[in-house]
């Protein structure tokens, strides 16, 4: 049997950013499967973001703008 792989705790943490800009997204108006369709489209944009530094908030309202 395989064991599962294990992210590093920055994958981690990137993806619970992810997760939380999406909230934000729906909150803005997009649907669900926007949102994830969005995050995934742009995730090497949503990624710097991240990297940059802003929060899932700013990130959300960067990419409404």
């Known amino acids: ?3 599962k792989e294990e ?3 920055e994958t981690l943490a990137l993806i619970n950013w992810c997760i939380e800009v999406e ?3 729906v909150a803005g108006g997009a649907t669900m499967a926007e949102a994830q369709d969005h995050i995934e489209e742009q995730i090497e944009w949503f990624t710097d973001q991240f990297y940059d ?3 899932p908030e700013e990130a959300a309202k960067e990419a409404l703008a």
């Open 1 to 3: 049997m395989a064991k």
């Open 7 to 9: 992210l590093d705790p």
């Open 23 to 25: 909230g934000f997204l």
């Open 53 to 55: 530094g802003l929060t």
